[in-house]
């Protein structure tokens, strides 16, 4: 069963976020609980599905340029083009839209020419009908 999210659940993401290698002694601090109520608190998120993994990202040297491909379909085709996105490993997400556009993916590749060679494979895909490519500048903040 899901719960709702209370102030300390509330402070406690925003403090992972902020920091995910914080000790448990660190979080508890700044949730103002013990660490064996942190503990379960945690367990609780997870089970709950509010905490879903813990996860590496990559470093920037590792693969500077990243590019959104924003995609129409002919028809509602998102669960067809998604499971054949997930082969090709410079690919980091993809999303489902509602609105002129149905699918947002994010890649990061070491050159422009490979965005392009993975742009093009995908524009060959039946269901795509459009792609449009944008190149991401600067990120102002991850959270």
Same mark, same amino acid.
């Given at each position: 069963?899901?719960?709702?999210?209370?102030?300390?659940?509330?402070?406690?993401?925003?403090?992972?976020?902020?920091?995910?290698?914080?000790? =448990? @002694?660190?979080?508890?601090?700044?949730? /103002? $609980?013990?660490?064996?109520? !942190?503990? %379960?608190?945690?367990?609780?998120?997870?089970?709950?599905?509010?905490?879903?993994?813990?996860?590496?990202?990559?470093?920037?040297?590792?693969?500077?340029?990243?590019?959104?491909?924003? =995609? @129409?379909?002919?028809?509602?085709?998102? /669960? $067809?083009?998604?499971?054949? !996105?997930? %082969?090709?490993?410079?690919?980091?997400?993809?999303?489902?839209?509602?609105?002129?556009?149905?699918?947002?993916?994010?890649?990061?590749?070491?050159?422009?020419?490979?965005?392009?060679? =993975?742009?093009?494979?995908?524009?060959?895909?039946?269901?795509?009908?459009?792609?449009?490519?944008?190149?991401?500048?600067?990120?102002?903040?991850?959270?």
């Amino acid at each position: 069963m899901t719960r709702s999210l209370d102030h300390k659940d509330l402070k406690l993401l925003a403090l992972l976020r902020n920091n995910a290698r914080a000790s =448990i @002694k660190e979080l508890a601090a700044g949730v /103002e $609980l013990s660490r064996t109520a !942190l503990i %379960e608190r945690i367990r609780r998120l997870e089970e709950d599905g509010v905490i879903e993994g813990y996860t590496l990202k990559k470093a920037q040297r590792e693969a500077p340029l990243t590019f959104f491909l924003l =995609i @129409k379909t002919h028809q509602p085709s998102c /669960e $067809l083009i998604a499971p054949r !996105l997930t %082969e090709i490993h410079e690919i980091t997400a993809c999303h489902s839209l509602g609105g002129d556009i149905d699918i947002i993916i994010e890649l990061s590749t070491n050159t422009p020419q490979r965005a392009n060679e =993975i742009r093009e494979e995908i524009s060959g895909y039946p269901e795509v009908a459009h792609i449009a490519t944008s190149t991401l500048l600067k990120t102002h903040f991850e959270k």
